[in-house]
């Protein structure tokens, strides 16, 4: 998270207006568009759908609804770019791919607009999810030609040694939260590595990820490299993530969309890298700084109106300190105020009325279940998907809603008496994405930070991980690694190559 993303700027406004008129070219231009082998073609059964805008339940473009076929022809051009692309000088192929970075740079404030009117999200909030993706093509950019391999000491009488090779077609199927920041996030490290990609963007927010390809191209991304259908789950997803001609698979998503593509991936052995969700817990020790801990949970739980896998879904609290953290917890939560994305305000809506309802059930499901609602638990009486932002105090650590990802500003806090309970109740979950916690006690830290079963830990501070940071889940919420370096290990497959020296007959297997 970027914090000069909260700053609004006059640059801004104008950026805007300019980009307001876009998503008016956007609806015109793009509404017969599948993005493949360089070109927007109509969807093959010529189906389209309406994206909304969550603010206002309106329509702002008619977007391509892609089939089997639609995919067929997208992984058959990615087919046969692959070869040239994996060929092409690492130097080169580092040298298209900062480009792209350049061009996210410069158009970051248009981007941030089609993003914010796509998925909701304040303006400040899409901006920073665009410099990130920018940020991710220049940092992988770089890692192009430093893909080394080993060289192995098996003796005098062989050269040994290993060499990194694309996979070749990866399938990248991507979430409505963070559609144009995790676009960067998959396609970034795929092209350095030297695959070629076809990515299905979520159906309620295709339109960054249309306008990114394009911007792919123009960057000098040959034809067939980045190809782009959008569509629905099924059949545009589901015919992609079980396509016989696919090499790799990056979902981001929620569990069971998850586990039906890793059972798909299975009838064709092709590698998945999931990111699924999380509940995570903050765990908050009466030493800590109270109000640095309210400030840091108030955030990671209410921006983006909660729909991040990474928000502090839960915090566990030692009984000393709970009243006086929810009282300050309270307090930000009831100075949110709510409103379009395109105003910038502190939170916008949800991002579609499948979440809104979703939310708003679990709310219900919070009180009927014992737990006491302390602020929030409605949705302001205006249009759009809006929810308010919402605490539980008392939730019981064997309830649903301490157990499962709600996806929306809803926090709930559970207390302890002992580290030893914290532990158990923070780890008590079948996720495993992110922990955080708070204590001025550097021992504890430590402590703590080893025991807590999750792939990112924070200390003192939350969305602590970077572009630069290896991210992913422990448990249900994940299989492999995006971010960092460690990403490009989903990319990239290792051949060992042995050279005989000798007149020799050599080794027998297993030797
Ligand atoms: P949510 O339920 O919150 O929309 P999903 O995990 O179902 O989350 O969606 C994430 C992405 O997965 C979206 O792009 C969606 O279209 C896609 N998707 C949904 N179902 C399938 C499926 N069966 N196979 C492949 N992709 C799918």
Redesign the pocket.
């Known amino acids: 998270m970027d914090e000069d993303g909260a700053q609004t700027t006059d640059t801004q406004t104008d950026g805007a207006q300019t980009a307001d008129t876009r998503i008016v070219d956007t609806e015109i231009a793009d509404t017969n568009g599948l993005y493949i082998d360089g070109e927007w073609v109509p969807p093959v059964k010529g189906s389209h759908f309406e994206t909304v805008d969550p603010a206002t339940e309106e329509p702002i473009a008619e977007v391509a609804a892609a089939t089997a076929e639609d995919v067929d022809r997208a992984v058959a051009a990615a087919r046969d770019a692959f070869e040239a692309w994996r060929d092409t000088d690492p130097e080169e192929r580092g040298r298209i791919v900062n480009r792209i970075g350049e061009l996210v740079r410069d158009q970051c404030e248009e981007l941030a607009v089609v993003e914010s009117s796509d998925q909701g999200k304040p303006l400040s909030q899409a901006k920073s999810d665009m410099q990130g993706a920018a940020r991710y093509f220049e940092y992988y950019a770089g890692a192009a030609d430093k893909l080394e391999g080993t060289s192995v000491p098996v003796g005098a009488g062989q050269v040994d040694f290993t060499v990194r090779e694309p996979y070749g077609v990866s399938a990248q199927?991507?979430?409505?939260n963070f559609p144009g920041n995790l676009f960067a996030r998959g396609v970034a490290p795929a092209l350095v590595a030297g695959n070629t990609v076809v990515l299905?963007?979520?159906?309620?927010t295709p339109l960054s990820s249309l306008r990114l390809a394009e911007l792919c191209a123009e960057a000098g991304v040959p034809d067939g490299v980045v190809n782009v259908v959008t569509?629905?789950?099924?059949p545009?997803?589901?015919a992609?993530?079980?396509h016989a001609d696919i090499d790799t698979i990056t979902?981001?998503?929620?569990v069971?969309?998850?586990q039906?593509?890793m059972k798909?991936a299975a009838d064709t052995v092709t590698p998945v890298t999931l990111e699924l969700g999380g509940k995570n817990p903050a765990v908050v020790f009466p030493d800590a700084d109270l109000e640095a801990a309210a400030q840091w949970i108030d955030r990671a739980i209410f921006t983006n109106a909660g729909q991040v896998c990474s928000a502090a879904d839960r915090v566990v609290v030692h009984e000393s300190v709970h009243d006086e953290l929810v009282d300050r917890l309270i307090a930000r939560a009831d100075a949110y105020e709510l409103g379009p994305g395109l105003d910038d305000p502190d939170m916008g809506p949800l991002a579609s009325r499948?979440?809104f309802e979703k939310v708003s059930q679990y709310v219900e499901l919070g009180k009927r279940e014992g737990a006491t609602l302390v602020t929030g638990g409605s949705a302001p009486d205006r249009q759009g998907y809006f929810f308010e932002p919402t605490i539980f105090t008392d939730v019981a650590p064997d309830t649903r809603i301490a157990h499962e990802e709600i996806?929306g500003p809803v926090l709930a806090v559970t207390s302890f008496e002992t580290e030893q309970e914290a532990l158990e109740i923070a780890n008590g979950v079948e996720y495993g994405l992110v922990s955080g916690v708070f204590t001025a006690d550097v021992t504890r830290a430590h402590r703590v930070a080893r025991e807590l079963e999750a792939g990112n830990v924070y200390v003192n501070m939350w969305f602590g991980d970077t572009n630069q940071t290896p991210f992913g889940g422990y448990k249900q919420s994940g299989i492999g690694r995006e971010k960092g370096m460690e990403a490009l290990d989903s990319y990239l497959q290792t051949k060992n190559i042995a050279i005989n020296l000798d007149d020799d007959a050599g080794s027998l297997p297993g030797a």
């Open positions: 199927i991507t979430p409505w299905k963007p979520a159906e309620q569509g629905f789950g099924d545009a997803g589901s992609l993530s079980s979902f981001t998503g929620s069971p969309t998850g039906t593509i798909q499948d979440q996806f």
